[in-house]
């Protein structure tokens, strides 16, 4: 697995936002994976996207390293984050928006604003 592990540790360092996901951003694969990436797409986030069934030892190995059983997984400057559940409750919440900001990653406050008001 310590292949798998430098290999996340080499993608969370050098891209200021990834998600391990089923799939890619294009063509997601999984409904969780569809929504967080949905999300991240519609507020204009730019993301690296890790498609973990491409590599079952990145699938696997992405939940060893963040000890988080699910997927999809978003990181920002290298820190997990969560997953769909924490990410959706953070997008309606604004607290994503506030550790975009504080992370320096620019989005789009009309269209997180825009999630808001039709989750509201």
């Known amino acids: 697995m310590a292949d798998a592990a430098t290999q996340i ?5 050098a891209n200021p936002v990834v998600l391990f996901m089923k799939g890619t951003k294009e063509m997601p694969q999984c409904g969780f994976s569809s929504r967080v990436a949905g999300v991240l797409n519609y507020m204009g986030v730019e993301f690296s996207d890790v498609n973990v069934l ?8 992405i ?12 990181y920002v400057k290298g820190e997990f984050v969560g997953g769909c559940d924490i990410i959706t409750e953070m997008t309606l ?14 989005f789009d406050k009309d269209a997180a604003d825009k999630i808001r008001e039709a989750n509201g």
């Open 9 to 13: 540790q080499e993608t969370i360092t």
């Open 54 to 61: 491409a590599d079952e030892g990145i699938r696997q190995g």
């Open 63 to 74: 939940k060893d390293f963040s000890d988080w059983p699910t997927i999809p997984q978003l």
């Open 93 to 106: 919440s604004g607290e994503l928006d506030t550790l975009l900001e504080e992370n320096g990653v620019p």
